[in-house]
């Protein structure tokens, strides 16, 4: 027998049973950054976020488990279902809390259904999407929603769960040995226009460099955290992640943060902030208090992609978004949601709209085909 089990907080499943699940070192779906959200005042009710993390038990032991969080509004997940929530509310429902399977202000693809690499995985996936539609049904939520998974996850989904995609930039590792050599692979206005974004960053003297997270003093952190804040709220955004937050992840995580640094002095007038796993490295957030022509091209995508050519990861995932990386050498690659409306008849009218919204996004990722930045002979 296979009992569900909900917890309102990740501390109460234990770190190593939580990461033996993972399929691959991902760091967001980590039991430490996971986590670290939750401990630092990053996961708050009245942010519209609450904790409802999903194991399955058999026999007493955590056989598979699912990063669940019940929410109270649409704000941080970047697959967006604002125009689903209207309607509904106007119907006379209500769309709010629904039950969501993602990582927090993280649109990164990546496991989002625990359960191994052995050959019960795929039966287990099955059971967790099980659990997730049957909870939503008996507490009377409107809707379960899974976000960014990998491609072998989708099969755990029947027909009830709607279909959606999207297009991201992904850099890939052609075996480069080293950043000129990437370079020779664009073509050739591609990589006259990235030397020129590079040299006006040389021309600025500000001192650039690559820095581990666990090298970080605490006053470097909050140095960080301050260009972090200053940018989403310049943006007119909600800075989610708070100082605390900031200030642990080096010591959290250690090397698995990378940071591109731009200092004036002693000062740090610029960042940008990464997670790595062995293979991939994910840019995640950018700010700044010096406006320097090129400087968020360097910081955010060229010292990245040089580091995961130093290091020999193979993708770099730069954020959601952002046709201006196709210039850059990034790649249009697709990504994978699921929807599962409870009442029928509001699934059926969403998954007619999303039949719409799919040919679209197919038009949309054969035009950026034909503009790779890639020379024909050496696209990776």
């Known amino acids: ?14 770190a190593p049973v939580w990461d033996a699940l993972r399929p691959d070192d991902n760091p967001f779906v980590s039991h430490a950054f996971l986590a670290l959200l939750e401990r630092t005042g990053c996961i708050r009710a009245d942010w519209g976020w609450r904790a409802h993390h999903l194991g399955l038990y058999e026999d007493g032991e955590l056989i598979a488990a699912a990063p669940l969080y019940l929410k109270g509004n649409s704000h941080g997940e970047f697959v967006f279902d604002w125009s689903w929530a209207s309607a509904w509310e106007r119907a006379g429902g209500d769309y709010y809390p629904k039950l969501l399977n993602a990582v927090p202000y993280s649109p990164v693809p990546g496991p989002r259904l625990l359960a191994g690499n052995g050959a019960q995985a795929p039966s287990r996936r099955q059971a967790l999407v099980s659990a997730m539609g049957m909870f939503a049904e008996r507490m009377g939520l409107s809707s379960v929603h899974a976000n960014f998974l990998r491609e072998d996850e989708l099969a755990a989904f029947d027909d009830a769960w709607l279909a959606r995609s999207d297009v991201q930039f992904h850099w890939h590792n052609a075996g480069y040995a080293d ?48 260009l972090y804040e200053s940018t989403f709220d310049a943006k007119g955004n909600h800075a989610a992640l708070t100082r605390r937050f900031f200030t642990a992840l080096g010591e959290t995580l250690g090397d698995a943060v990378q940071l591109a640094l731009a200092r004036r002095g002693e000062a740090i007038v610029a960042m940008a902030l990464f997670l790595q796993s062995h293979d991939t490295l994910y840019g995640r957030y950018w700010g700044a208090i010096e406006d320097v022509p090129g400087l968020h091209f360097e910081l955010c ?29 990034f790649l249009p690659t697709r990504t994978h949601s699921r929807h599962y409306l409870v009442d029928p008849g509001f699934r059926e009218a969403v998954r007619q709209a999303l039949l719409h919204e799919a040919e679209a996004i197919d038009d949309y990722a054969r035009e950026l085909d034909t503009h790779s930045p890639y020379a024909k002979m050496d696209a990776p």
């Open 301 to 329: 995508y060229y010292q990245g992609i040089e580091h995961a050519i130093r290091h020999g990861l193979q993708r770099f995932e730069p954020g959601a978004q952002g046709e201006h990386k196709l210039a850059r050498g």
């Open 179 to 226: 950043f000129d050599a990437f370079l020779h692979a664009l073509n050739h206005k591609k990589r006259k226009n990235i030397r020129h974004e590079r040299a006006q960053v040389e021309r600025s003297d500000l001192a650039i460099a690559m820095r581990g997270g666990a090298a970080l003093s605490a006053a470097e952190w909050r140095q960080v955290h301050a």
């Open 1 to 14: 027998m296979i009992e569900a089990r909900f917890h309102d907080s990740i501390e109460t499943i234990p």
